[in-house]
Antibody, heavy 119, light 113 residues
Framework: QVQLVESGGGVVQPGRSLRLSCAAS????????MHWVRQAPGKGLEWVAV????????YYADSVKGRFTISRDDSKTTLYLQMNSLRADDTAVYYC????????????WGQGTLVTVSS | DVVMTQSPLSLPVTLGQPASISCRSS???????????LNWFQQRPGQPPRRLIY???NRDSGVPDRFSGSGSGTDFTLKISRVEAEDVGVYYC??????????FGQGTKVEIK
């Protein structure tokens, strides 16, 4: 069965960096695009970034453009989110979600990892 | 960016009674392939989102048939025919037609009266 397991969250000071990971299993990872979506405490869902199945395209929300970088390692079936210059408003639970065809988008989600940006 | 607007934002319902959530998009969600990429998600307390409905009206595997989606163009609806206790949570619509970005509605909190 499809499993997505995020890790790497924690408490970090403003301006510092953090890298999140999403370990995927149960499907052919290298043939699927992947997303990051975040949810601030008590708030709604915000799409963050996507990477194409072959890494050829990457798109970002305006709120993170220039600070966050999405990447993937197909040999490890793992998705990453490098977060630099973190701000207090980046505090959220970060979820990875499967992409794929337009029909398959967001059909599977991980449990999420909490990132808290605070001094 | 496409703005998704849900109503109501809070929906108290009686067990066994129907519930309906509206979602409107700021522009038509019909894609160039003729499909409409409007999804509905359920997020139970303390859980990640779960996709319930894709392409307006298609239920995901394992989703009870009391959940149904309908609509076209810019107006969409999620209906629960008879609310059960396990349906408590927040429901989000999301458009996957005009990307990036993919955009979500604000969420509708369903609670039992």
């Amino acid at each position: 069965q499809v499993q997505l397991v995020e890790s790497g969250g924690g408490v970090v000071q403003p301006g510092r960096s953090l890298r999140l990971s999403c370990a995927a299993s149960g499907f052919s990872f290298s043939t699927y695009g992947m997303h990051w979506v975040r949810q601030a405490p008590g708030k709604g869902l915000e799409w963050v970034a996507v990477i194409w199945y072959d890494g050829s395209n990457k798109y970002y929300a305006d709120s993170v453009k220039g600070r966050f970088t999405i990447s993937r390692d197909d040999s490890k079936t793992t998705l990453y989110l490098q977060m630099n210059s973190l701000r207090a408003d980046d505090t959220a639970v970060y979820y990875c979600a499967r992409g794929g065809s337009l029909t398959e988008q967001f059909d599977y989600w991980g449990q999420g990892t909490l990132v808290t940006v605070s001094s | 960016d496409v703005v998704m607007t849900q109503s109501p934002l809070s929906l108290p319902v009686t067990l066994g009674q129907p519930a309906s959530i509206s979602c409107r998009s700021s522009q038509s969600l019909v894609y160039s392939d003729g499909n409409t990429y409007l999804n509905w998600f359920q997020q139970r307390p303390g859980q990640p989102p779960r996709r319930l409905i894709y392409k307006v009206s298609n239920r995901d595997s394992g989703v009870p048939d009391r959940f149904s989606g309908s609509g076209s163009g810019t107006d969409f609806t999620l209906k629960i025919s008879r609310v059960e206790a396990e349906d408590v949570g927040v429901y989000y619509c999301m458009q996957g037609t005009h990307w990036p970005p993919w955009t979500f509605g604000q969420g509708t909190k369903v609670e039992i009266k």
